[in-house]
């Protein structure tokens, strides 16, 4: 997980308390990639490592890079024993090129997706492979369109605070195909995902992730925000007592020309 938007700050400990979901959704795409032992694999949006550690487990080399400070210091505490560091995954490069890239719910946080493909392309050698999961279109629609509804209302919102790119596969197919990839599989599904905490857990994600939406309001207006955008989502997202979001992913598979 990535964040490229000024606003937007990391609880780290606090992230992976409520938010573990995000790591243990990634386990079937770390299945797409099936790391071997001595591959040198790159983590692009590591977060606070969990899947780094995941592939580690196969003999792979693995190297986690995350563009927050908090999530790559978490990592480091937790793996001592791997690779991390702080990057910006839309511009990061290496005189090392990897065997493969994985990466895991990063993705639609790197808005400048052109930069970031062609990062991705320059750091893998010919024939390396890229794995990735992350929000395709469509993904979280009820939240971000009440987040925009109700700060419009208030004369709150502008177009620049959307953090995030969710691309269709042909957009994202297409994006990819331009800077060396050949796509060999993509799929783009609904992943209705339960939030923790109950009542609770709605606020939670929006104190998590909406940080570049809140974060310019103040105390007062944010209470106001939250309060509304959990009463616009509630008949759509809320079952039976839990909070059940509309996630939908892209997870892909391509491979950079030889
Ligand atoms: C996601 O993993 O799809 C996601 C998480 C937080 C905000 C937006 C999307």
Redesign the pocket.
């Known amino acids: ?1 990535t964040i490229h938007h000024g606003q937007q700050q990391w609880d780290a400990r606090n992230y992976d308390r409520s938010m573990s979901f ?1 790591s243990g959704f990634g386990q079937e795409a770390v299945q797409w990639l099936n790391p071997q032992a001595g591959e040198r694999i790159i983590d692009w949006g590591c977060g606070t490592g969990d899947l780094s550690a995941k592939i580690a487990e196969s003999g792979a080399k693995i190297h986690g890079i995350d563009f927050s400070q908090e999530m790559i210091q978490e990592a480091m505490t937790k793996y001592p024993h791997l690779s991390f560091e702080q990057a910006d995954g839309q511009h990061w490069s290496t005189i090392e090129p990897a065997d493969a890239i994985f990466s895991n ?1 990063a993705l ?1 946080w790197m808005k400048d997706a052109p930069s970031t493909a062609r990062a991705m392309a320059n750091a893998l050698r010919p024939d390396g492979r890229l794995v990735a999961e ?2 395709g279109k469509g ?2 629609a009820s939240i971000s369109t009440a987040l925009k509804d109700v700060m419009t209302a208030h004369g709150w919102y502008e177009e620049s605070m959307n953090p ?1 790119y969710f691309p269709s596969i042909g957009e994202y197919a297409s994006l990819i195909e331009q800077v060396g990839f050949r796509v060999m599989q993509a799929i783009h599904f609904d992943r209705p995902t339960i939030l923790q905490d109950g009542e609770q857990g709605m606020e939670n ?1 929006l104190d998590t ?1 909406a940080g570049s939406y809140l974060n310019h309001l103040t105390k007062e207006q944010r209470t106001i925000v939250v309060q509304e955008v959990i009463e616009q989502t509630r008949p759509q997202c809320m079952e039976d007592g839990q909070w059940v979001v509309d ?1 939908c ?1 892209i997870r892909i598979y391509a491979v950079r020309n030889g």
Request: zero cysteines; charged letters at 10%; proline letters at 0%.
């Open positions: 997980m995000v719910a639609h992350f929000g993904n979280v995030w994600w992730f996630y992913r």
